[in-house]
């Protein structure tokens, strides 16, 4: 009932930048936290960065000063700004959202990803 769509994904030289985006679609009554999810080849998905509906933040240490999480609320949308790239940030960038639909129920849901690749 929940879809998220990621955009912004692509090939970018070291010490770049590129911008993800992600909007969420459905039957929303309210998100709370929303936040992003990575997983590299031949690895296990981790957590990036979060953000509350309030704008708290946290993030994985490996990307902290590096990116930041922000959210538009009027858009249902959470972005990742990526600065400062690095070859190991390479990876599958997943979008995450939970919440409550309009019938009250609750939801958790993944967007299908998009790829992030790094060169050296």
């Known amino acids: 009932q929940v879809q998220l769509v990621e955009s912004g994904g692509g090939l970018v030289q070291a010490g770049g930048s590129l911008r993800l985006s992600c909007a969420a679609s459905g039957s929303i009554f309210s998100i709370n936290g929303m936040g992003w999810s990575r997983q590299a080849p031949g690895k296990q998905r981790e957590f990036v960065a979060a953000i509350t509906s309030g704008g708290s933040t946290d993030y994985v240490d490996s990307v902290k000063g590096r990116f930041t999480i922000s959210r538009d609320n009027a858009k249902n949308t959470v972005y990742l700004q990526m600065n400062s790239l690095e070859p190991e940030d390479t990876a599958v960038y997943y979008c995450?959202?939970?919440?409550?639909?309009?019938?009250?129920?609750?939801?958790?849901?993944w967007g299908q990803g998009t790829q992030v690749t790094v060169s050296s």
């Open positions: 995450t959202a939970n919440g409550r639909t309009k019938s009250q129920v609750r939801f958790s849901s």
